[in-house]
């Protein structure tokens, strides 16, 4: 079986598996050099980007334009103490940050960077290596990753650690199937789960004439499959613990999740995981949706935009453009609710996503099979009005519910007692204050309104703050 | 794996649909009664899913009886249709319809369902307490019921290793559920249901292990495969034995077989009774139907190797069946031993074979449908001997019963004569079958140890009646509730098969002489 | 298996540099004792008592990684599929609709009954 399998595998990717021992070690150097440098600059990219959103400076000290700022916090954070509290599993707890390092470099090795160059006389692709299921390898190798980030969680002995690794684990559980899902309909248009492959099937637009000129339109999938790209996006954030799901370290609520009990290096792995994962996702969404190397349309008329290593410039600004994202989410949207997070997750995207899949599963398969184009406009008129059926029966079964939980508290309303207890307490919403009604009434909706208050004002405060010293925040030791 | 898919020109495989309709109609209906469970309000459940079950295996049933005559392997030779597995889906059909009926009685325990009123609410709790003044049911019995006959008529049809295990699972994953959800001792039930899902995750295990290694002996899955390989190879017999007893293992523990029989006695007492009269007929017919195909069809050829075994596990399982039954007080133990013992009577027609396997089968497959008759009319009879607390099961319980209802004790008196195999009763012809064709197979010291587990067997069944009708009734004894027509009609068609089979074997006897052929 | 063996390599560089500066940052690092600084950190107040071994979770996690676990699953089935999608054309599309809608059959029972509730 291996035997029949194997030149087929090569026959697809002739271009990998052949370079010398040499090569292979520059290239993984490279990487590593790569995404270490790329994180320094992330985390100075990221302070500067927010603080101007906040009308502020940013650093700007240490440096050209501060360039250097992240690179001496690092320095300074190796410098400190390394703090193993009592009552740590020690073994998991050093292995935790390691596994997830790790697993974060691992997951970049299969990205694309660029066509086949010249190193040193030797041709080779701008690329690691590549497998039949890349796109796979890189989903496994980011699923180890939570490991560390729950081992993390759980080894520390400590509460808050604890509940940030569990809701970590179920963020990032919850949104990989949403993520899954998004790229079933690229594996349908391109036919391969290997990303040089997909990049490969990207390569090709369909041109149209209009007024007589002839206009390149967009191969990428994420024009073709916009929906799914608009589902993997928001997974990714999901996935990788970004504003606004950064629910397993939210401050406010869980100090530093799961990493609270870490300090030092260790401190400084888990964040480094964290910078490398968001570029290994939007590496990956770049492979995906936009068209990997290959340079975006103006450029692309220019004939040697996709020769040489031009391509790893294109890589590169299309990654910063989603790493700008990021950071623009993070400077503008307060952090969600557990329940809406995971409600968002489960409730919407995956169906969505579901649905989409199957929508575009028949209309390829209709389309391959010559049917009429209005045979699956009608399905997935068919497909949108069911899924449009099922939420506003779902709004309609909620609002229900709410109603009879309103009568339910109205039947059994308990007297308010103002000094339950033995202290003055304030009223639970729905009890009444005997003699003050329309007071009662202000406070209760003051007391609704202030929830979400807390939550966006909260998360505003914190983005201000948050990671802006990195190394201050574990200044309680 | 990629690679593969795209270098072999694709062909897309063929379905005999209407060949599997029963199974595809009882699996739909399962899906559809989900969907029901989840939308319906609660008032409208519980007679939805009565329809919704007893409509699809009558109509799943009929579909069966229509289909009499097919030989074939349909959908790419993973499920074979056969005489055999005709026969079997017929008597499985017709046992979870009488199941049904008991599964939704509502009579005897005060107008709701013996299962739990909310199976999520801790025992004991303030959330347990609220459930049952709400009188809530569990109506997702019913889908999880149906999920169970589909894999019960998958696993005696399935036609390769793969097959087969899905089939398992299917039949087992619901029944661990459907054990845990009593409305009376809850604790025991889930005592029960726990005991069965981690002994039954090892037995699933070891059958997937036997699976594996009986992949690399013959290279295939599929029984045909298997049964090729082992004529066309000889010396690399490890593989062959060690697979072949893992298997063995797998099916031996669904079916109850000593020395896997352990978990038996336990879930038998604490699973709900209908669901407990559901697992001792259908369980047991459809591994007996999975065990004759895999062993005669796929590994037959090997026949010598494999028959020293079973005739330990049958003897053991006899002895186990019969002897330990004699010292249980608790009369739903009492007819779990009796379910070891006659999976040991069925284990002597079952190895007792020499060159043809055709006078076995039938024997079977015959004893098959007489026993599971008999099973659950016993079972749905002790749903009915109630006191304050429930089933009143134990023994001292039932003294006295024939005075006080001459009826129930009557019936139950019955059943227990056929179980003993006491002449014009159908365990008697049952027996007689399986003796007879293991004495041909020249099986004959399994015979006999077979009668002389059957005379120690007969011992402990008389016990009972005697208690029930020469003994004084105790004061404040139990009460026999009045069933409605679902519980009567079961013990009614269980009395008449029990009667009729006895009396007039032949027509049932005849048909599973012509079904009594595996296509391999 | 030339394919992966780059992989193994980055695998050594990114684990070599994270067992590296791990190591380093406890070598390098200040070492002052004080035996506040080892207690579980909880804002100040006194370290809640951590039962040995973990404690239990709330039941709810296990519902989500047994959703999860069905749901990957169901996913790990899609993607050979949505690779070979064209050669199978009509035959792969029912098939593959009929799976999704039998594994949505569950996803809207779990709805219904509340195991998509977060609160």
């Known amino acids: 079986m291996t ?21 292979i070690l520059i290239k ?39 360039l250097l700022q992240s690179l001496a916090d690092g320095i300074k954070l190796s410098l400190k103490e390394t703090i193993k509290p009592k009552g740590v599993d020690t073994i998991l707890y050093v292995l935790a940050p390691i596994i997830s390092a790790a697993m974060a470099f691992v997951a970049f090795s299969v990205i694309p960077l660029g066509p086949e160059v010249s190193i040193f006389g030797h041709r080779t692709p701008l690329q690691l290596t590549d497998l039949p299921v890349g796109v796979l390898f890189v989903l496994a190798a980011a699923s180890l ?50 990303t040089s492959e997909i990049v490969g099937a990207q390569a090709g637009g369909s041109a149209v004439d209009i007024f007589g000129v002839t206009l390149q339109l967009p191969s990428w999938y994420g024009v073709v499959l916009l929906p799914s790209f608009l589902i993997y996006m928001i997974a990714m954030v999901g996935e990788t613990n970004r504003a606004p799901f950064d629910l397993p370290e939210a401050e406010g609520e869980l100090v530093a999740g799961f990493m609270t009990e870490y300090s030092s290096m260790k401190y400084l792995l888990f964040f480094l995981a964290e910078y490398v994962n968001m570029v290994t996702v939007s590496a990956l969404a770049t492979t995906m949706f936009l068209g990997g190397w290959r340079a975006p349309w103006p450029i692309s008329l220019w004939a040697g935009a996709n020769e040489g290593w031009w391509p790893l410039l294109w890589f590169l600004g299309k990654v910063l453009v989603f790493l700008f994202v990021f950071i623009w989410l993070r400077g503008t949207l307060p952090r969600m609710r557990y329940d809406q997070f995971m409600r968002l997750g489960w409730k919407i995207l995956i169906p969505v996503a579901l649905v989409w899949t199957v929508f575009v599963a028949t209309a390829r398969a209709t389309l391959s099979a010559g049917y009429q184009r209005q045979f699956f406009f009608g399905i997935g008129a068919v497909v949108i009005v069911v899924l449009l059926l099922s939420f506003v029966y779902d709004a309609v079964a909620a609002r229900r519910e709410k109603a009879e939980e309103v009568e339910r508290e109205e039947a059994d309303q308990v007297e308010f007692d103002p000094f339950a207890g033995g202290y003055p307490v304030p009223p639970m919403p729905g009890q009444k204050v005997p003699g003050l009604e329309p007071a009662a009434v202000a406070v209760a909706a003051a007391s609704a309104g202030a929830g979400s208050a807390d939550s966006s004002g909260g998360a505003g405060a914190e983005g201000a703050g948050q990671q802006a010293d990195s190394g201050e925040e574990r200044g309680r030791g | 794996m990629t690679s593969i898919l795209l270098a072999q020109e694709f062909k897309s495989p063929t379905i005999e649909y209407a060949k599997v309709a029963p199974l595809l109609i009882v699996f739909g209906v399962a899906i559809v009664s989900v969907i029901a469970e989840a939308f319906l309000p609660r008032r409208f459940r519980y007679p939805t899913q009565v329809v919704l079950s007893l409509g699809s295996l009558a109509a799943a049933l009929v579909v069966t009886v229509g289909l009499a005559g097919s030989k074939l392997l349909a ?51 303030e959330a347990e307490r609220e459930a049952q003044a709400r009188r809530l049911e569990q109506t997702e019995v019913f889908p999880l019921f149906l ?41 025991l039930s889930q005592e029960a249901a726990m005991k069965y899902f981690l002994l039954g995750a090892f037995a699933s295990a070891f059958f997937l292990y036997g699976m594996a290694m009986l992949y690399g002996f013959a290279g295939t899955i599929s029984f045909s495969g298997i049964a090729a390989a082992i004529g066309a190879k000889t010396g690399v017999d490890g593989l062959l034995l060690a697979g072949t007893a893992l298997v063995a293992v797998g099916l031996l523990f669904k079916i109850g077989a000593a020395p896997f029989h352990m978990w038996t006695p336990d879930v038998y007492q604490g699973a709900p ?111 009915l001997v109630r ?134 | 298996m030339n394919l ?25 690092g200040p070492k002052r004792w004080n035996r506040a600084k080892v207690d579980s950190y909880e804002c100040g107040i006194e370290p809640t008592p951590q039962p040995a071994g973990g404690g239990r979770f709330p039941v709810k996690y296990y519902i989500t990684a047994m959703l999860f676990i069905i749901f990957d699953i169901e996913i790990i089935f899609l993607f050979p599929w949505a690779v070979a999608f064209d050669q199978m054309a009509l035959f792969g599309l029912v098939e593959m609709v009929l799976f999704i809608v039998t594994v949505f059959v569950a996803y809207a029972y779990v709805w219904r009954r509340g195991g998509l509730e977060w609160d």
């Open chain 1, 145 to 194: 990753g939570i490991y560390g980030i729950v081992l993390g969680g759980w080894s520390s002995g400590s509460t808050y650690p604890l509940l940030g690794g569990l809701r970590s684990s179920a963020q990032m559980i919850s949104y990989e199937v949403a993520m899954g899902l998004a790229l079933v309909a690229v594996f349908l248009y391109s036919g391969s789960m290997s």
């Open chain 2, 273 to 383: 009774t209908a669901i407990t009269a559901f697992m001792a007929a259908c369980t047991k017919i459809a591994a007996f139907g999975a065990l004759l195909r895999l062993f005669y069809v796929a590994l037959g050829a090997a026949r010598w190797d494999w028959q020293p075994m079973i005739w330990v596990v049958a003897i053991l399982t006899l002895g186990v069946g019969s002897v330990l039954a004699l010292t249980q007080s608790d009369i739903k133990r009492m007819l779990a031993y009796s379910s070891i013992a006659h999976a040991g009577f069925l284990l002597i027609g079952f190895v007792g074979v020499r060159d043809h396997i055709s006078a076995n089968t039938s024997a079977i497959l015959f004893y098959l449908a007489a026993y599971g008759f008999a099973t659950i009319g016993a079972f749905a009879v002790v749903t």
């Open chain 2, 147 to 187: 999920f169970a006959v589909g894999g019960m008529l998958l696993f005696p049809a399935a036609n390769d290793l793969l097959t087969m295990f899905v089939a398992l699972e299917v039949l087992s994953l619901p029944l661990y559920l459907l054990c845990g959800l009593a409305r009376r001792r809850r604790l």
């Open chain 3, 4 to 28: 992966y063996v780059p992989i193994l390599v980055l695998l050594l560089l990114g684990g070599g540099f994270a067992v590296v500066s791990a190591v380093a940052g406890s070598l390098m």
């Open chain 2, 387 to 520: 006191d304050a607390s429930g089933e009143a099961t134990h023994l001292s319980r039932w003294v006295g019963l024939g005075k006080r209802s001459p009826i129930v004790a009557s019936v139950m008196a019955l059943f227990l004569l056929a179980f003993a195999g006491i002449p014009l009763t159908s365990g008697f012809m049952g027996k007689w079958a399986v003796f007879s064709a293991a004495w041909q197979g020249g099986a004959w010291p399994l015979v006999v140890i077979g009668v002389v587990a059957s005379v120690v067997a007969a011992f402990f069944y008389v016990r009972v009646i005697v208690l029930m009708f020469f003994s004084e009734p105790a004061a404040e004894g139990p009460t026999v509730a009045v069933p409605s027509v679902f519980t009567s009609v079961a013990v009614a068609v269980g009395v008449a098969a029990t009667v009729v089979l006895g009396l007039m074997p032949e027509p049932l006897l005849q048909l599973a002489a012509r079904a009594a052929q595996l296509v391999g």
């Open chain 1, 28 to 66: 993984a150097v490279a990487i590593t050099v790569f995404l270490l440098v790329f994180t320094i600059f992330n985390v100075w990219f990221e302070r500067r980007v927010v603080a101007r959103m906040q009308h502020r400076v940013g650093p700007n000290v240490h440096g050209k334009f501060g």
């Open chain 1, 3 to 23: 035997a029949a399998v194997m030149p087929l595998a090569a026959g697809e990717l002739a271009a990998f598996g052949k370079d010398p021992w040499w090569i």
């Open chain 2, 75 to 125: 959908a790419e030779g993973a499920i074979a249709i056969d005489g055999f597995t005709l026969f079997l889906w017929g008597t499985i059909l017709v046992m979870s319809i009488i199941s049904v009926l008991l599964l939704a009685e509502r009579a005897v325990d005060g107008g709701v369902t013996a299962f739990a009123a909310q199976a999520a609410a801790l025992p004991g709790t």
